[in-house]
C-alpha cells in the first residue's frame, strides 16, 4: 500500500474520470476495451518525461500532460496516423498538491477536445524522486498508408512543418538565457504543435518527427533510407522570434530538439500536392534540401554555398 | 539532447531490438504499426513502478522488467484476454552501466517467449531520480467476452488463484523483517505470476487481480458490483512459507498487496465448470466467501465464525 498513494482512487475519480472515453470502463476496472475501427491498422507509440529533463519544475501542469500527450501525438502526425485514445501513467511525490492534479488533468482535458482523443486507462503512484510520466498514444491508419523513416530516395525533397529552433531556444528563454518578450518561444516549449491533419500518404516517400534536433533526425531518417542529405540553413524555417535571437543561435535552432514539426522527403513528382495539402490543411511546410544517393554525404550548406560545421557534443554519433 | 541519454540509439540497438516483435519497425520509427487481429476486442492496460517503492535497489535488473510486464499481464488475465504486445517506457540515471540495460532486457526476453507477446515501441530517458519505468500492454479477447468487476452477483461464490500473501511477505523478507530460507517468498515479489490460460468467459460473472491487496481489491469489486461480502478468512489459500510466517502475519497478507493472483466471482451454477478449467490450467482456485446483497456489508470471519478486524492504515477510506 505504500506503493499507492494513500487518496489514489479518489483522486483518480476527482480528476482523471471525466477524461475517460468509450472503452475505459470509467478508469475503474484493470484494463480498457475498445473495438479497433474497422479495416484500420494500429498505430502505438510510448514516450515519457521527467521533471528537469523533459519539463522545468516550474512549467504549469496545465502545460505538462499536454507536452506528454503532444510528443505522443506529434509521432502519429508522423505515421500519417489519426489519434484514437492514450494511456498515461503519473508518478509525483506524496505531497504534490491536489491543485497539482487538477492543473493537469484540465490541460489534458483541452488537448483531448482538441486532438480528437480520450483517455483509456494507466496508473498513479507515488515517487520519491522527481515527476515522472509516461504516455502511450493509439492511433489508425488505412492499412499499408503509414509513413516510416525508410522509404526517402536519391532526389526527393526534405521539408519540414513549420519552424524550427522555437522549443530548444524557448527552454533558454524560460533559463533566463534569450529575451522572449512576449512568450512566444517558452509557449513552444511548453506546448509545442503536434502537425496532425495533414493528408501525406502518397505524397511523402519518408517521414518522421523532429524531436532530438532536426539534423540529428535527419540523419536517422537517412540511414533508416539509406540515403544522403544535403541542407541549406538558410532555407531552414525559423520564427521572428528565433531570428531575433540573433545568427549565434542558429546551431541550436538545428540541433536542440523540442521542435515537434514534421521533417519529410518528398519526390519532385508530389511537390505540387504538398504544397495543395499545406495550403488546405493551413500547415506552412518548406523544402530545405535535397535527398542524395551517397549515404555517406551529410551536407549543410550557408546562403554563400559554404559548407557549415555545427559543433554540438554528440554530433560525431550520427 | 540532454533530454537523451548519450548513446541512447546504441543502446535501443545492443539491448531492446531483439526484443522487437511484428510492427515495431525494428524500434527505430516514429511508431508501432499492427494490424489487429480479425474479429477480436483489444485490451489494453497501463502500469508504472518506481525504484524504492515498487521494486528495491537491490533487486537484480533481471527480474525489474518482468515484474512490471507480469503486472501487466495480471490485468489482462483479469480481463480474460490474450497477450499481443507491450510497449515500454525506461527513465534511469546517466551513469546505469551497460550491464543493468543487459539484464533487463535479458528478463524481458525470458518473459516474451514464455507468455507469448513482444515489444513494439517504447522510450528510454535520463532522470536524475530513481529507475522510473512505465509498460503498456495490448492483449485481444473475443467481442463482449471481457471479464470486468461490475458483474458479481449476491450468492456468487469469491474466488481467488494461487496464493495470497506471498508478495508483501517477500518485501518484508527482502527488507530482514521475515525469514525466507528458501527464497520462495522473494522470489514471489520479484517475480509474481500472472495467472493467464484461465478460460474464464462464461464461467466468471466478475474478475480482477489482486495488486492492492485482497481485502481492499475485493472492496473495489464489490463496489463495482453493487454487492457486498463475507470472507472466512481461514479459506484464504497461504503457502506453506507465508503459514510458517506465522498468525500475526495474517492480516498483511490480506491487505498487503503485490500478489497478482485473480479474484473471481462464480456463480453456483458454474462452480463445476471452474473447478474443471482449474484442474485443465493447473492454476489452484480457492473458494473464500460469497457475495452477499447488501453493499454495507463487508464481512471477515476467523475460523470460529467472529468477525474479525484488520488493522491497516487506509482500510477506512474502502
Known amino acids: 500500500l505504500e506503493a499507492r498513494l494513500p487518496a489514489e482512487f479518489e483522486l483518480i475519480a476527482r480528476h482523471f474520470k471525466r477524461l475517460a472515453g468509450q472503452g475505459a470502463l470509467g478508469l475503474a476496472d484493470d484494463a ?75 490541460g489534458l482535458a483541452e488537448d483531448q477536445a482538441h486532438f480528437g482523443l480520450s483517455l483509456l486507462g494507466g496508473d498513479t503512484t507515488s515517487t520519491p524522486g522527481p515527476i515522472s510520466l509516461s504516455a502511450t498514444v493509439l492511433g489508425h491508419v488505412a492499412p499499408g498508408a503509414a509513413l516510416t523513416r525508410a522509404g526517402a530516395r536519391a532526389g526527393d525533397g526534405i521539408f519540414v512543418t513549420g519552424t524550427i529552433g522555437d522549443g530548444a531556444l524557448g527552454l533558454r528563454a524560460l533559463r533566463g538565457e534569450i529575451a522572449d518578450p512576449d512568450g512566444f518561444l517558452a509557449s513552444r516549449y511548453q506546448l509545442p504543435q503536434p502537425r496532425l491533419g495533414l493528408a501525406l500518404a502518397g505524397i511523402a516517400s519518408a517521414a518522421m518527427d523532429v524531436s532530438d534536433g532536426l539534423l540529428q533526425d535527419l540523419a536517422h531518417l537517412c540511414r533508416a533510407s539509406g540515403v544522403g542529405a544535403q541542407v541549406q540553413a538558410a532555407l531552414v524555417p525559423r520564427s521572428a522570434a528565433a531570428r531575433a535571437a540573433g545568427p549565434a543561435w542558429l546551431p541550436l535552432c538545428l540541433t536542440g530538439g523540442d521542435d515537434y514539426e514534421l521533417l519529410l522527403a518528398v519526390p519532385a513528382s508530389a511537390e505540387a500536392a504538398l504544397l495543395a495539402e499545406s495550403a488546405r490543411a493551413q500547415v506552412p511546410i518548406m523544402r530545405i534540401g535535397r535527398f542524395v544517393a551517397d549515404p555517406a554525404c551529410f551536407e549543410l550548406f550557408d546562403a554563400r554555398g559554404q559548407t557549415m560545421t555545427i559543433p554540438q557534443a554528440g554530433w560525431s554519433h550520427f
Open 32 to 106: 480498457a476495451v475498445i473495438t479497433p475501427p474497422a479495416n484500420r491498422q494500429l498505430v502505438i507509440s510510448a514516450d515519457a518525461m521527467v521533471q528537469g529533463v523533459h519539463f522545468l519544475p516550474d512549467d504549469p501542469p496545465n502545460t505538462i500532460g499536454r507536452k506528454l500527450l503532444r510528443a505522443n501525438l506529434s509521432d502519429l502526425a508522423a505515421m500519417g496516423a489519426d489519434p484514437l485514445g492514450y494511456l498515461i501513467t503519473v508518478s509525483v511525490p506524496k505531497a504534490t498538491p491536489d491543485a497539482w492534479f487538477a492543473g493537469f488533468a484540465a
